[in-house]
């Protein structure tokens, strides 16, 4: 006789990989050990009534800026991670930059865990990254665990000496044979600096400092260059890559073509590429401010359109929060990045499914399935199944609310979505069996996420050992 579960997630209606069905789920030991109808409970089992609720998979939230080390009075592990769960995200993967040192060695991965160290309350994965001069660092980042790297083809912004610079080309191909050999997927910011750089250093002469100046300094035509050259490099190099936050149909479409030719590429958008348009960057100012920048509504329905193809495999908020007064001002100088972390399962569900119909089972695909299995994180993230870590997002896309500013649990209180309605709301939402989230309810969760590494971290290298024992292999 098996022991009783310790909670039954009860009459839900679960939003599985290929199907959505009314079920119970049984977990014992923070694992899906059961999937029916009507699981027996015992008195030690606690019972969560799900009836008229759905349940997703938490979200693996793919790209998010955590800041710390140094900068956690921008955003830190803890009120990051809290929005995260407010939002129904399960596990999320930091990004190497915006925290000092950046992820570009071993001594800033070890700052980078102690810093996330019982301070996250849902789960954690880590990218390294790729910056000119570290293309020897990237073995220990892979065998230490990150889920792969991250390098930006234009300029990241920030201040002070250890910042993360963008690669040269060379940097970018060099990079890429050794991510090639660490078979890890290489992620790219994909906007050519030569042409963004030169476009705002002519707005900048002309005295065109407006939001819509802003977005025509960061045309299309940066990110269909950056894109074309990475896939060239790719070619040559074998290299696995992710393209993040892909704000046009044009760059999706070129994504898909390299896919149909044999390319192992994977592509993302955000949120906000599909709910705010450049109309509501000239509304809301700074607040809306992101590289690429937001498009304009026919790009925007261009976008939609692909979603709805199915060409987009992974969907993530890019959560690049700041203090609030970085957001301000001139369009040129404020801070580039969009806090997300809290919205975006909602916006989906909002935009996607209630207004266009995008089934749940892509959503959770685009939200969950897709980022866990790219980055190393599937079977145990990402799925509604038996024996996988139940994370799980309750959701009631019933329930209509007006997003204030008082919701959000971010460090600083800013979002280009308060005032809202979203016709749907996270209830509540579970890590590994444990409940971190109740809608109404005080935040009681101890902080216990916990850092997961790339599923193959101990295989891969053992096998780069013999490899290497052989004599075949050497790296800087
Ligand atoms: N330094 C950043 O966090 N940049 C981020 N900012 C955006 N997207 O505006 C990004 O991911 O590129
Ligand atoms: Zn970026
Ligand atoms: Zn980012």
Redesign the pocket.
């Known amino acids: 006789m098996n022991k009783p579960f310790d909670v039954v997630i009860k009459n839900g209606t679960v939003v599985l990989a290929d199907c959505v069905r009314r079920l119970d789920i049984g977990i014992r030991d923070g694992k899906i050990a059961a999937l029916g109808e009507n699981l027996t409970v015992s008195e030690l089992t606690a019972i969560y009534d799900a009836e008229h609720l759905h349940v997703m998979p938490g979200m693996v939230d793919a790209?998010v800026?955590f800041n710390e080390p140094a900068l956690g009075h921008w955003e830190g592990f803890a009120t990051g991670s809290a929005s995260l769960a407010a939002g129904g995200c399960t596990t999320y993967i930091d990004?190497p930059?915006?925290g000092v040192p950046p992820t570009v060695r071993l001594s800033a991965l070890a700052s980078k865990l102690e810093a996330a160290e019982g301070a996250s309350y849902v789960d954690y994965a880590l990218w390294g990254g790729l910056v000119p001069g570290n293309v020897g660092q990237l073995q220990g980042l892979a065998e230490a665990g990150v889920v792969g790297f991250k390098a930006?083809m234009s300029c990241?912004?920030?201040e002070g000496e250890d910042i993360f610079a963008e690669v040269d080309d060379l940097t970018l191909y060099e990079g890429m044979k050794e991510i090639a050999r660490l078979g890890k997927v290489l992620a790219l910011?994909a906007e050519s600096e030569a042409i963004v750089s030169r476009l705002a250093a002519q707005a900048k002469t002309e005295g065109r400092r407006g939001a819509l100046d802003y977005v025509a300094t960061r045309p299309i035509l940066a990110e269909l260059e950056a894109v074309n050259r990475a896939l060239f490099y790719a070619e040559q190099t074998g290299c696995k890559l992710h393209f993040?936050?892909i704000s046009s149909a044009e760059a999706v479409q070129v994504i898909t073509e390299a896919k149909a030719r044999g390319m192992d590429v994977t592509v993302e958008t955000c949120p906000h590429y599909l709910a705010l348009t450049s109309a509501d960057l000239e509304r809301l100012g700074p607040l809306a401010?992101?590289?690429p920048p937001l498009r304009s509504a026919e790009d925007q329905e261009r976008l939609w359109a692909k979603v709805a193809e199915g060409a987009l495999n992974i969907i993530a908020s890019?959560h690049?929060p700041c203090p609030t007064t970085m957001k301000q001002g001139d369009m040129f100088e404020a801070w580039?990045?969009?806090s997300c972390a809290q919205s975006s399962l909602e916006l989906m569900l909002d935009e996607g499914h209630l207004r266009r119909g995008i089934p749940l089972t892509e959503i959770a695909r685009m939200l969950s399935l897709e980022p866990a299995k790219r980055f190393g994180l599937h079977p145990r993230k990402g799925e509604i199944t038996l024996g996988a870590d139940a994370d799980l997002a309750l959701v009631d896309l019933n329930l209509a609310y007006t997003l204030e500013q008082s919701d959000l649990l971010y460090r600083h209180k800013h979002s280009p979505y308060i005032g809202k309605t979203f016709g749907c709301r996270v209830k509540a939402t579970y890590v590994r069996g444990a409940k971190v989230y109740e809608i109404g309810e005080e935040v009681t969760a101890k902080a216990e996420g916990s850092w997961v590494r790339h599923a193959d971290t101990a295989l891969v290298y053992s096998a780069i050992a013999a490899a290497s024992a052989i004599g075949g292999e050497s790296h800087e």
């Open positions: 790209h800026h990004m930059l915006n930006f990241p912004g920030g910011h993040v936050h401010k992101c590289a890019d690049s580039g990045g969009i």
